[in-house]
């Protein structure tokens, strides 16, 4: 999980995921600005807006790395699956771990305007931090899915995974609730998401099992 971590971190799709990212949720907190900004939204709009960004732009960044992650530069997956005295579980979990603390750097990054956000007022701080909680959920489904993904080529790997983003967040929009505690979040459509992407995990597993047990020519 380190080495894989390390290697997301010396790529520099993590600085221009990093300047993306701080750029759009700044733009969300500039034109939002209670009675200043250009859409002048109300205090707790400001929050909520910023959770609905965070988790599709946070969600995509994680299935993008796992879809083109491999362990070491220069080597495939595949070959180094069969030199490594790791299992495909410790593998699968090791970059999944790895990818998790590469978003949690990239979301650390955005404390400063969260906690701002936070301060306009109309946010409790319990659904501050339910809201967080949930940004978990679909960060965990697009790795999984993007694990799989891993398999079919980058151009396609990059095109279905930009369609899944948009319809995560068409689906953000369609399943909303009246929960304003939530942010109008649907707990059940989040929870669905990522229960499909363990189907594709284990999909992703069994294909690293194969290539494990392929002779080594």
């Not at 200043?36 to 807006?49: E, I, M, Y």
């Not at 080529?153 to 399943?175: A, C, M, P, W, Y």
């Not at 909303?176 to 669905?192: C, D, H, K, Q, W």
């Amino acid at each position: 999980m380190v080495n894989d971590l390390k290697g997301y971190l010396q790529e520099r799709a993590f600085i221009k995921a990093l300047f993306f990212y701080l750029v759009m949720l700044s733009l969300v907190v500039l034109f939002g600005w209670p009675g200043g900004g250009f859409l002048s939204f109300q205090p707790p709009k400001v929050f909520w807006v910023l959770t609905y960004v965070q988790m599709i732009i946070l969600s995509h960044l994680g299935g993008r790395l796992a879809a083109k992650s491999a362990p070491t530069r220069g080597t495939s997956l595949e070959d180094w699956l069969k030199y490594t005295s790791l299992t495909p579980a410790e593998v699968a979990m090791g970059k999944i771990g790895g990818i998790f603390l590469w978003i949690l750097l990239i979301f650390s990054s955005s404390l400063p305007l969260i906690i701002l956000s936070y301060f306009m007022g109309g946010v409790f701080f319990r659904s501050a931090l339910v809201s967080c909680s949930l940004l978990l959920l679909p960060v965990a489904a697009f790795i999984n899915f993007g694990l799989l993904l891993r398999f079919t080529g980058t151009d396609l790997s990059s095109f279905i995974l930009n369609v899944f983003s948009f319809l995560f967040g068409l689906g953000l929009f369609l399943t909303r609730t009246a929960e304003v505690e939530l942010f109008y979040l649907n707990p059940r459509f989040l929870v669905f998401i990522l229960a499909v992407s363990i189907f594709a995990f284990f999909l992703f597993l069994r294909r690293l099992q194969r290539l494990k047990q392929k002779p080594i020519l």
